[in-house]
């Protein structure tokens, strides 16, 4: 994440929702086969939780979770309507430039992730982008599944609970 100060500013709730409503595919871009990786955590909870077509792209992969890994945006076999980025800060520019080239509506970079001119060159080329943010945090909340993403216990108490 990039050390200046933040002057960008994200969709609110409501047009997250509104992107998420609107996405049939996804790309995460920076996908790993490691289960302690945020990206798997995330490609499992969306295969298994939500509509959407999921792709994995890594170029050093063949497969994650038995689906097929693509080397880079342009190999999918049509174009995502989200690219999810898991990638480091300096990396950003050439992942805009691949979502740009491929026709992608919206970049997302995951919780932690944030790039100002990336975000403003692609809102400049009409693209949606959403920063800092986690896709299956905002999804879960958004469709009832914070309590199933391990997030909403409904108890609100500071100490331990004891499981009788």
Known sequence: MSTTERTW????????????RDT?????????????RASYFVATYLLSSSKYKV????????EILGQPVYKSLADLPETPDLVEVFRKHDD????????????????WLQLGSWHEDVARRAEAAGM??????????????FHGGLRLAGFNTGVISSKRQVLA
């Open 24 to 36: 049939k595919t996804v790309a995460i871009v920076g996908a790993s086969n490691k289960p302690s």
């Open 92 to 107: 950003m520019p050439s992942v805009l430039d691949e979502a740009l080239a491929v026709g992608a509506k919206t970049l």
């Open 9 to 20: 500013e994200g969709p609110g709730a409501a047009q997250r929702l509104t992107i998420l």
């Open 128 to 141: 949606n982008v959403v920063m800092d943010r986690c896709v299956k945090i905002e999804h879960a909340r």
């Open 55 to 62: 792709y994995f792209i890594n170029p050093v992969l063949d």
